[in-house]
C-alpha cells in the first residue's frame, strides 16, 4: 500500500531522524514547515513526501548503479572514478569561499558556459542558511561558504525544476539522497537535475540550540566573517579568533543527523570537502562520467594534485567513523 504523510509523520519525524532537507515540502503545496518540522493539512495520500525522503527505505547500492553507473569496492567512500585535490585559480572566488573554492568554481562554470541555467545553493541570511535559486555569478559568489546548521535546500529545487531550469544541485548528503530518490520515481518535471555535488558532512548542528550557545558563550553573529571546523575544532574567526572543541557541542548535533551513515555524499556525481588536504584546498571525489567530463572543462581554473596515501586514510577515517558511530544509533532506534 502506497504510504502518506501521516507514515512520514510516524516513521520519521515522531522519531526524531528528521533532516530538514525539505524533499517533503519542494513537490506538494499541502507540506508546510514549522520550527523546521514539517506538518501537512489536506494530504491527499500520494505518498511522494515519503518516497523521496532520505530517512525512509534507501537502496544506496541500486542508485547508485543507476545514477553512478558503477559498483563500490570500497564500503567507505562509495563509488568513485578519482579523488584528487584541487583548488580554485580564482582570486576573487578565493576571497570568499570555505576551503578550497572547488565548488564555487565548478558552479561558476557550468553557469558561464550555459551547461546550467541555475545552481541551487544555501545562502546565508546571519548565518542562518536558507534555499536560494543562484542564476549569476555575483549570486553563486554570495552564496559561498559553509553554513553549519540545516538548509531545506529540496525547496528551491522544486521551485526551480518547476520553472524549468536546467540545474546544478548543491547539499550535504542527505540532500543528494533525497535527489536521487526523486530521481528514481521517473516523475516528469518541467527542469532538469543536471549535475548534484555533494558536500562532506559529518553533521548539522540544532539551528535554535547552536545560535543560542553562541550568544551564550558570547559570539556576536554579526561581527563573524567565518565559521569552520577542521582538526576536531568548530573555528569561529569575527572579531578576533575562538576555537571550541567539536566535543564540547555535540550536544547542539540535530537528532535527524544521528542516523545518517554518509559522510562523503556518496551518492553525488562529485563530493567536494576538506579533510585529506592541505588548509585552502578541497579534497574531491570524482564518481559519474558526467563529473569526469565537466572536470576536464575546469582544468584550467583550477590547480590539480595528488591527495596521497595519507590524505586518503585522513578521509577513510572520518568517513569509517561516522558509520560507525551512526550505526549504533540507527540500531538503537530500530530497536525502538
Ligand atoms: C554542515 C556542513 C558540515 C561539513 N562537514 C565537513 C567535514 O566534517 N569535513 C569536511 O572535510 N568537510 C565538511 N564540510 C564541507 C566543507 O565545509 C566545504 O563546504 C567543502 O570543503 C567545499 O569547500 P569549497 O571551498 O569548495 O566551498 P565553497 O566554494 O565555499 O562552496 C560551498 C557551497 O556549499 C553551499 N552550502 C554551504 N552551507 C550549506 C548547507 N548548510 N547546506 C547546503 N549547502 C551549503 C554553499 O551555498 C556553496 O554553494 C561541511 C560542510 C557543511 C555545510
Known amino acids: 500500500m502506497r504510504k502518506s504523510f501521516s507514515d512520514l509523520m510516524s516513521d520519521v519525524i515522531l522519531e526524531d531522524i528528521c533532516c530538514y532537507c525539505g524533499a517533503c515540502g519542494a513537490f506538494c503545496?499541502?507540506?508546510f514547515y514549522e520550527n523546521e518540522t514539517?506538518?501537512?493539512k489536506n494530504c491527499f495520500d500520494c505518498g511522494m513526501c515519503y518516497d523521496v525522503c532520505p530517512r525512509t527505505e534507501i537502496n544506496v547500492e541500486s542508485l547508485e548503479?543507476?545514477?553512478?553507473?558503477?559498483?563500490?569496492?570500497d564500503e567507505t567512500l562509495g563509488f568513485y572514478r578519482e579523488i584528487i585535490c584541487a583548488r580554485t585559480l580564482d582570486e576573487e572566488i578565493r576571497g570568499v569561499c570555505q576551503d578550497g573554492g572547488f565548488t564555487t568554481t565548478l558552479l561558476v562554470h557550468l553557469l558561464e558556459e550555459?551547461?546550467?541555467?541555475a545552481c541551487i545553493v544555501a545562502k546565508s541570511y546571519n548565518w542562518?542558511?536558507?534555499?536560494?535559486i543562484a542564476k549569476s555569478r555575483k549570486d553563486i559568489l554570495e552564496s559561498a561558504g559553509s553554513k553549519y546548521t540545516q538548509c531545506p535546500s529540496l525547496l528551491a529545487l522544486g521551485k526551480a525544476l518547476d520553472e524549468g531550469l536546467r540545474v546544478a544541485f548543491v547539499g550535504l548528503p542527505c540532500h543528494i539522497q533525497a535527489v536521487r530518490k526523486l530521481q528514481d520515481l521517473d516523475y516528469a518535471f518541467n527542469g532538469e537535475i543536471v549535475l548534484t555535488v555533494g558536500l562532506f558532512c559529518m553533521e548539522t548542528f540544532n539551528s535554535s540550540k547552536f545560535f543560542r550557545y553562541l550568544e551564550e558563550i558570547g559570539i556576536d553573529l554579526d561581527s563573524v566573517r567565518r565559521f569552520d571546523i577542521k582538526k576536531g575544532k568548530f573555528i569561529v574567526e569575527g572579531d578576533g579568533r575562538r576555537e571550541i572543541?567539536?566535543?564540547d557541542m555535540k550536544h547542539l548535533m540535530r537528532d535527524g543527523c544521528r542516523v545518517c551513515l554518509d559522510f562523503s555524499a556518496e551518492l553525488a556525481d562529485v563530493s567536494v570537502g576538506s579533510v585529506?588536504?592541505?588548509?585552502?584546498w578541497n579534497t574531491v571525489i570524482l564518481r559519474s562520467e558526467k563529473a569526469l567530463d565537466v572536470f576536464e572543462g575546469i582544468k584550467d581554473k583550477v590547480e590539480v594534485k595528488n591527495i596521497g596515501e595519507k590524505g586518503l586514510n585522513a578521509l577513510r577515517k572520518l568517513a569509517e567513523m561516522k558509520k560507525s558511530e551512526n550505526m549504533k544509533n540507527l540500531k538503537a532506534s530500530i530497536v525502538r
Open 245 to 247: 572543541p567539536i566535543k
Open 38 to 40: 514539517p506538518y501537512a
Open 65 to 73: 548503479k543507476k545514477f553512478l553507473n558503477g559498483v563500490r569496492e
Open 128 to 132: 542562518n542558511p536558507q534555499p536560494f
Open 276 to 280: 585529506g588536504s592541505p588548509n585552502g
Open 114 to 117: 550555459g551547461i546550467v541555467d
Open 29 to 31: 503545496e499541502n507540506v
